[in-house]
């Protein structure tokens, strides 16, 4: 049972324009989510968290937004850069289990 | 400050081999928890380590083990390896033990098992 889904597996994006990546979570019970992006040969790098008593979180071009009613979250880049092309992964955490990750999103920025 | 370090990064095993992985902790970090990236399944958690006590497990079988160390360095062992255990293995550290916290992960170790 995949309790956090990252439906797109890849986007293409222009540069200069907006990216919005998708997460959805099935477990109500989930409190605390995290963006991290990933380079090859690199590990995962965090990028932006929020939690539930939250609907938004803004780190200069970054901005996450959390829908509670629906289970939802998104990551929007603005503008979107070449150097942003990575594999994005969402993970989500009840506050005391360990980070339960999606399958990850490419993003390729388009010059 | 100094990163988490994994090593090494790079083997490769045959079928029925044994493994040792290592991973060095930020200092000061106490918690270690380690990851299993596969094409195609994201980040799949093996288990977590936190002053030396194995607190969370996650979905592997048993041939997957792990410990930690007093200076909270890590290593997780894989034995009898299969094809499908041909993997990137990360490793990642945090001051507390898991949750609400943020990860720092390593480089990783890929291993691939002819």
């Not at chain 1, 324009?17 to 090859?40: A, E, G, H, V």
């Not at chain 2, 890590?74 to 990642?92: F, H, Q, R």
Request: net charge positive; glycine share 8%; with cysteine.
């Amino acid at each position: 049972d995949q309790q956090v889904k990252q439906n797109s597996p890849s986007l293409s994006v222009q540069e200069g324009r907006i990216s919005i990546l998708n997460c959805d979570y099935t477990n109500s019970m989930f409190d605390y989510f995290l963006w991290y992006k990933k380079y090859p040969a690199e590990g995962p790098t965090f990028l932006i968290s929020i939690s539930s008593i939250k609907d938004k979180n803004e780190d200069g071009r970054f901005t996450v937004f959390l829908n509670k009613s629906a289970k939802h979250l998104s990551l929007h880049i603005v503008p979107s850069q070449p150097g942003d092309s990575a594999v994005y992964f969402c993970a989500a955490s009840d506050g005391n289990t360990p980070l339960v990750f999606g399958k990850g999103t490419r993003l390729s920025v388009i010059a | 400050k100094a990163g988490v370090t994994q090593t090494p990064r790079y083997l490769i095993k045959t079928r029925g081999q044994q493994v040792t992985l290592s991973c060095s902790p930020i200092s000061g970090h106490r918690s270690v928890s380690w990851y299993q990236q596969t094409p195609g399944q994201g980040l799949q958690f093996l288990f977590e380590y936190f002053s030396e006590t194995q607190r969370n497990k996650g979905n592997f079988p048993g041939r997957f083990s792990g410990r930690q160390f007093s200076n909270s360095r890590s290593e997780m062992n894989v034995s009898t390896l299969e094809l499908g255990d041909s993997a990137l293995y990360l490793c990642a550290s945090s001051s507390q033990a898991s949750g609400a916290n943020v990860l720092t992960f390593g480089a990783g170790s890929r291993l691939t098992v002819l």
